[in-house]
């Protein structure tokens, strides 16, 4: 079952403009995009999947697969890394790589 950690951004708040602006903050807006930036580049590690399976071509580094049947692992991944082999045992593929956030 996932865990889930907390990400502290250690800079200070924006302080407060000496113009007028209409009562709104200088920057105000930047420290809330940089917090969701470093939350987005760390869930893109959370997940990770190193498989093997039936070889099939269309799986390349930079495409995306789907993985079904897993449980909690189940959604669309990104291939980081594959490898395709053929043997007497066949064609296999094995695609390294990592979950996909919501919205890709």
Avoid at 64 to 84: M, P
């Amino acid at each position: 079952m996932p865990t889930f950690d907390s990400i502290r951004l250690n800079q200070p708040a924006p302080k407060q403009s000496t113009k007028q602006n209409h009562g709104q903050r200088q920057g105000g807006a930047a420290p809330a995009r940089q917090a969701a930036a470093r939350t987005r580049q760390r869930n893109k590690q959370e997940w990770t999947a190193d498989l093997t399976c039936v070889g099939d071509p269309r799986i390349a580094a930079g495409s995306t697969f789907r993985l079904r049947g897993q449980g909690v692992y189940n959604g669309r991944y990104i291939a980081d890394e594959v490898t395709h082999t053929i043997s007497n045992n066949g064609y296999v593929t094995a695609p390294k790589g990592t979950r996909t956030l919501v919205g890709y």
